[in-house]
């Protein structure tokens, strides 16, 4: 039987398939010895040459038909390398990650429409980040079917074994894109279907949390020595020496017995409220002594958080 072979690859869904479609010109014959050495177009053309020449155009009026005369067409001289059809272009499937309406990653994948038999050709794998993020750890799979034979790859796969083929991205920046080269040759005719999966990454939700460490730091000022019944003047700073803010600081001191305010009263109580990172506070009372002696006390700085600090006596 004379036939002229021809494979496609073709994409099926995100799968790429190819069909082998055979055509028979003449009736069936004995089969003819394949010959090296004939493309398809040199095909067409020995076969062209091999048709009778049509008759040339008469200008009289036409012969009377007789009966239908059979004509042999001469054998066809058909190769084995006829199935490398010339190139006719490629094919792209496309596939968005993890779905379509709410894409991570696209796979772009090019395959060529038709390869020939046992020669090597070239398709590519094209993996784009479409996101404004940096992925990490994107996994892209290739499972090779059983007629085809893996030569090579760039980058070179992390895992080449049982027809998988496997990379790792480490990083893919925002809108970037990686490409896959894959080179090898088709075995023996019939459909080659070559699949990619892509895992993508998670992208994680990153929160970004200060660690503070707040520091409170209280001075007291007073005069060393006063006349009896005299005002004394004493001064009260309180300090955030630490990181992050205080909030609701107060500065308490109980007063020894023998010193009171001006008011009469025996606590000294100001609310410095908030304290930034650096922030100061300053206040100041006016206190009587009710007799004569040494007066030695400490005041307190404290805030709702559980810091504390104590003035140097």
């Known amino acids: ?34 010959e090296p050495g004939l493309s398809a177009g040199e095909y067409l053309e020995a076969r062209t040459r091999r048709l009778p020449p049509l008759p040339s155009e008469q200008t009289g009026p036409a012969p009377i038909q007789g009966p239908a005369v059979v004509r042999e067409e001469a054998p066809v001289i058909v190769r084995p390398d006829m199935v490398a059809v010339s190139a006719s272009g490629s094919s792209i499937v496309s596939k968005t990650y993890p779905w379509a309406e709410c894409g991570v990653v696209q796979l772009d994948k090019t395959m060529p429409k038709e390869v020939g038999l046992n020669k090597p050709f070239t398709y590519t794998i094209k993996v784009t980040n479409l996101t404004n993020t940096e992925l990490t750890d994107i996994m892209v799979s290739e499972d090779l079917p059983e007629n085809f034979k893996f030569l090579s790859a760039n980058p070179a796969p992390k895992q080449a074994q049982d027809n998988l083929l496997l990379w790792e991205v480490a990083t893919l920046g925002p809108k970037s894109t990686r490409e896959i080269t894959v080179s090898g040759l088709a075995t023996y005719i019939d459909s080659l279907r070559h699949c990619t999966s892509v895992i993508t990454p998670v992208i994680p939700a990153c929160a970004v949390v200060q660690v503070i460490q707040p520091e409170l730091k209280l001075t007291k000022t007073a005069p060393e020595q006063v006349l009896l019944c005299e005002p004394i003047q004493v001064r009260y700073l309180v300090t955030n020496s630490g990181t992050g803010y205080v909030p609701n600081v107060k500065i308490i001191e109980n007063l020894p017995m ?38 030695i006390s400490q005041a307190t700085a404290s805030s709702t958080t559980g810091l504390r600090t104590e003035s140097v006596p």
């Open 258 to 295: 023998g010193l009171r305010t001006t008011g009469g009263r025996s606590e000294v109580v100001f609310d410095a409220g908030t304290l930034m990172a650096g922030q100061s506070q300053q206040f100041s009372v006016e206190l009587r002594a009710t007799d004569t002696g040494e007066y």
């Open 1 to 34: 039987m004379k036939k002229f072979l021809n494979i496609s690859l073709l994409l099926l869904g995100f799968g790429v398939s190819c069909s082998l479609g055979c055509r028979s010109w003449l009736g069936p014959k004995e089969p003819v010895q394949a």
